[in-house]
């Protein structure tokens, strides 16, 4: 089993920014394959962005791209999600979810492990 637990969340203007931390317990870390879903209500889960288990291999929506900046510390056990540039639109539940294999990075319900998410809310 992989325990995760998200922090960071919060209500900032538009423009601002945040920055979210999923730090993981229990199961090996550092081979999995982490990703941030987001999912705000009445609304399927939406890919965020990932990165591979080493950190060299990362993804974003377009929604996203530019803005958001995913990382990881595998000493540390923690994924990190860089937000700049904040919109009302990225108003949500942040998700961080992992999983052990490389493929379908995109897809919320390929992931086997799931934190219990944190709220960002972008004010206009």
């Known amino acids: 089993q992989l325990q995760l637990v998200e922090s960071g969340g919060g209500l900032v203007q538009a423009g601002g920014s945040l920055r979210l931390s999923c730090t993981a317990s229990?199961?090996?870390?550092?081979?999995?394959?982490l990703a941030w879903f987001r999912q705000v209500p009445g609304k399927e889960r939406e890919f965020v962005a990932s990165i591979s288990w080493s950190g060299g291999g990362t993804s974003y929506a377009d929604s996203v791209e530019g803005r958001f900046t995913i990382s990881r510390d595998n000493t540390k056990n923690t994924m990190y999600v860089q937000m700049n540039g904040l919109k009302p639109e990225d108003t949500a539940v942040y998700y961080c979810?992992?999983?052990?294999?490389?493929?379908?990075?995109?897809?919320?319900?390929?992931?086997?492990?799931w934190g219990q998410g944190t709220q960002v809310t972008v004010s206009s």
């Open positions: 229990g199961r090996t870390f550092s081979s999995a394959v």
């Open positions: 979810a992992a999983k052990y294999s490389f493929s379908l990075l995109k897809t919320w319900n390929t992931y086997n492990y």
